[in-house]
């Protein structure tokens, strides 16, 4: 995976600590038709309904989620190898509470 990009949606209540995030980019399959996808390390912990959506750029080939996300890592498979395949995954990610952030004070002071 050369790049990810990000879209944050934020939840309506106020008391909900968790936003709609969705990641997307591009990836070529191997010589047998699988691509590993890792996503940034700054996506965290995703949970709930996870959602992929995969479009090869070859007519007439198909692609499947091969292996669903875990660690922040995905597998793309297709039909046939050396495919280049656009993804998306969306899913909610547990945004930190102020107590978790880091201080926006750059002496420390409370």
């Known amino acids: ?5 990000r879209l944050t949606v934020d939840g309506s209540d106020a008391n ?4 709609a995030v969705a ?5 070529w399959t191997d010589a047998r038709g699988y691509a590993t996808v890792a996503l940034p390390r700054s996506v965290g912990r995703l949970h709930g309904s996870v959602a992929y959506e995969l479009r090869p750029f070859t007519n007439s080939v198909t692609a499947e989620i091969a292996a669903e996300l875990m660690d922040g890592r995905f597998t793309i498979a297709t039909d046939e190898p050396h495919v280049k395949v656009a993804w998306r ?10 107590a ?10 409370t």
């Open 1 to 5: 995976m050369r790049c990810a990009r």
């Open 16 to 19: 909900d600590r968790s936003a």
């Open 23 to 27: 990641y997307s980019g591009e990836v």
């Open 89 to 98: 995954i969306a899913a909610l990610a547990r945004q930190p509470t102020r």
């Open 100 to 109: 978790e952030s880091p201080t926006d004070d750059p002496q420390g002071e």
